[in-house]
């Protein structure tokens, strides 16, 4: 069973404008951690923010934030004020069951292509 | 600040050679990861190692094995390439989190 759904493969967004990537993921543990990163085209992978699961304020970084729906098993990045360099594929990760090994599992990816 | 290092940066390998991908780490953590990523797709789990000594299947491991020798280094060995095996590969290290990645090896198996 895919455990990390991104269900968005692509969305554009208008430069200043904030924009919202789902993020549904599935576990039965009670204690994982959620992840957003960033590929630009260059393709280097950029990690953006983090959220436990205990964590009970939704994480924020800059213009970056995590609306964190934890009954919903929802994490979705929102980036306000979107700029021309936002334009990348974004990817959230969860991290289960953390004695194994801190693994990531991702999820397929959003393309956002900022439009000036 | 070099972080996590992978080399070499592109490959292109004819079907049925060999290769290892090298991937240095020098932030002394103690996790290694390495991830394959498909066109399109999000990254993978090869192989992953908790400690110098201690490796362990990821989601994707056939055709590829590990080694962990040092706390530093974590090589990816092809031992016959197929063309399955063209993708991009990801190194990434982590204590406790984020994992960091190295900026990946584009590979090519003609």
């Known amino acids: 069973a895919q455990k990390i759904t991104q269900t968005q493969p692509g969305m554009f967004v208008q430069e200043k404008e904030a924009v919202t990537l789902d993020c549904t993921y599935d576990?039965?543990?009670?204690?994982?951690?959620l992840f957003w990163y960033k590929q630009p085209s260059s393709g280097e992978m950029i990690f953006l923010i983090y959220q436990g699961s205990y964590d009970e304020q939704n994480a924020t970084e800059g213009r970056y934030s995590l609306n964190f729906q934890k009954a919903r098993k929802s994490a979705n990045l929102v980036i306000s004020a979107s700029q021309l360099g936002d334009s990348a594929m974004y990817f959230c990760a969860m991290r289960e069951n953390k004695a194994a090994g801190n693994k990531l599992t991702f999820g397929g990816g959003t393309r956002v292509l900022v439009k000036p | 600040n070099a972080g996590v290092t992978q080399t070499p940066k592109f490959r292109i390998l004819k079907i049925g050679q060999s290769m290892t991908l090298q991937c240095t780490q020098d932030?002394?953590?103690?996790?290694m990861y390495w991830y394959r990523q498909d066109p399109g797709m999000g990254l993978k789990l090869i192989y992953y190692s908790v400690g110098a000594g201690i490796t362990d299947k990821g989601e994707v491991p056939n055709g590829y094995n590990v080694s962990r020798s040092t706390t530093e280094d974590f090589p990816l060995r092809l031992e016959l390439a197929a063309p399955s095996q063209t993708s991009v590969y990801f190194c990434?290290?982590?204590?406790?989190?984020?994992?960091?990645f190295g900026d990946g090896t584009r590979l090519s198996i003609l």
């Open positions: 990434a290290s982590s204590d406790e989190q984020p994992q960091h």
């Open positions: 576990t039965s543990d009670q204690s994982y951690g």
């Open positions: 932030m002394n953590h103690n996790y």
